[in-house]
T-cell receptor, first 110, second 110 residues
Framework: NAGVTQTPKFQVLKTGQSMTLQCAQD?????MSWYRQDPGMGLRLIHY???????DQGEVPNGYNVSRSTTEDFPLRLLSAAPSQTSVYFC?????????FGQGTRLTVV | GNSVTQMEGPVTLSEEAFLTINCTYT??????LFWYVQYPGEGLQLLLK?????DKGSNKGFEATYRKETTSFHLEKGSVQVSDSAVYFC?????????FGPGTRLSVLP
């Protein structure tokens, strides 16, 4: 049981490049979400999904896209990276027993 | 709206000292309250939680009591260890999403 797996762990992008942060969970959780962590601001919700085919925006959705074609996977896409998106990104999944976080992806946009 | 305020630190203590990290919240309704811990280079782990007023969450020597009258959920530990050095996040849960405080970095010196 791997829990919540995020890849990659580290990434450096140039401004304007695109990339996808991967998140997978093997716990059959319906609910998944993406947060970004910035110094002094805690974690802020970007997007979330309550099940396959259903996504919604969180507090800071601009510049990010998501899709949920399967229960297991919830990728986060940056279509045109900006320096303001330099952050640590956490994926989480949840069911009745609690919320589980991935190890995080540290993204730097130069 | 929902928000969480906590002392930002950093907090530096000697081993075996008493720890308090203050957390207050603003919320509509009756949220569940959480403390998460993030050790260096790792993701967030649930430390403890409380789901209703006057509940006390406890784990690994840490305690926090859900105080509705003061809208607080202060984290305490009677005797900290070097291994407790981490960033601690207070959070509240509304629906299936979280609102996190900014985090408090704790350093425990031997």
């Amino acid at each position: 049981n791997a829990g919540v797996t995020q890849t990659p762990k580290f990434q450096v992008l140039k401004t304007g490049q695109s990339m996808t942060l991967q998140c997978a969970q093997d716990m059959n959780h319906e609910y998944m979400s993406w947060y970004r962590q910035d110094p002094g601001m805690g974690l802020r919700l970007i997007h979330y999904s309550v099940g396959a085919g259903i996504t919604d925006q969180g507090e800071v959705p601009n510049g990010y896209n998501v899709s949920r074609s399967t229960t297991e996977d919830f990728p986060l896409r940056l279509l045109s990276a900006a320096p303001s998106q330099t952050s640590v990104y956490f994926c989480a999944s949840r069911r009745d027993r609690g919320t589980f976080f991935g190890q995080g992806t540290r993204l730097t946009v130069v | 709206g929902n928000s969480v305020t906590q002392m930002e630190g950093p907090v530096t203590l000697s081993e075996e000292a008493f720890l308090t990290i203050n957390c207050t919240y603003t919320a509509t309704g009756y949220p569940s309250l959480f403390w998460y811990v993030q050790y260096p280079g790792e993701g967030l782990q649930l430390l403890l939680k409380a789901t209703k007023a006057d509940d006390k969450g406890s784990n690994k020597g840490f305690e926090a009591t859900y105080r509705k009258e003061t809208t607080s959920f202060h984290l305490e530990k009677g005797s900290v260890q070097v291994s407790d050095s981490a960033v601690y996040f207070c959070a509240l849960n509304y629906g299936q999403n979280f609102v996190f405080g900014p985090g408090t970095r704790l350093s425990v010196l031997p």
